[in-house]
């Protein structure tokens, strides 16, 4: 059985889940089942994890993109050289302040903040969201389809999803 969005929402809220909270309305507006949800969920597979659960199958748990680090959620996320390089390019896009930090969009992705980044959260969370589904979607297009990661397709794969929400307004500088 398919479970939509808003049926997740219809159960959490007949179990009590406040609704007024800024978390609970962001969780219950993640389109389900999506690449951020499992991520919320921590049920992004990496490296690391599949070695740890399947080791005779997962022989290593080093990043099959860079090979140079364990491939942890983080790596898979955000600190594969590869990609901490896309967050660079792709921050810029999204209009974000140059005080926001590479750890500040971790948080943010985890939802994870605290009241200084509550109006950074607000207003660039579905541009993160799209952001980590551009890198979700170079990772496995790398791993699975063996295409090599190029920034090139990654920036017009971002570009793609941007153009297509209606909530995100693109730099038009860039």
């Given at each position: 059985m398919h479970t939509g969005p808003g049926q997740l929402r219809s159960v959490w809220q007949s179990q009590g889940t406040s609704s007024t909270s800024s978390t609970s309305i962001i969780i219950t507006s993640v389109p389900a089942?999506?690449?951020?949800?499992?991520?919320?969920?921590?049920?992004?597979?990496?490296?690391?994890?599949?070695?740890r659960v399947f080791p005779s199958k997962h022989t290593t748990n080093m990043c099959p993109i860079c090979g140079d680090e364990v491939e942890t959620l983080r790596h898979f996320v955000r600190d594969c050289p590869l990609k901490f390089t896309?967050?660079?390019?792709?921050?810029?896009?999204?209009?974000t302040l140059d005080t926001i930090t590479h750890d500040d969009t971790w948080k943010a992705l985890q939802l994870k903040t605290t009241t200084l980044y509550?109006?950074?959260?607000?207003?660039?969370?579905?541009?993160?969201?799209?952001?980590?589904?551009?890198?979700?979607?170079?990772?496995?297009?790398t791993v699975i389809n063996r295409h090599p990661w190029l920034f090139l397709i990654a920036e017009s794969h971002l570009d793609s999803l941007i153009s297509r929400s209606p909530f995100i307004i693109p730099d038009s500088t860039l």
């Open positions: 089942p999506s690449a951020w949800w499992r991520f919320l969920l921590n049920r992004i597979s990496n490296k690391e994890q599949l070695h896309f967050w660079t390019i792709a921050l810029p896009k999204i209009n509550h109006s950074f959260l607000h207003h660039h969370l579905d541009a993160l969201r799209l952001i980590f589904q551009t890198i979700w979607d170079m990772h496995w297009r």
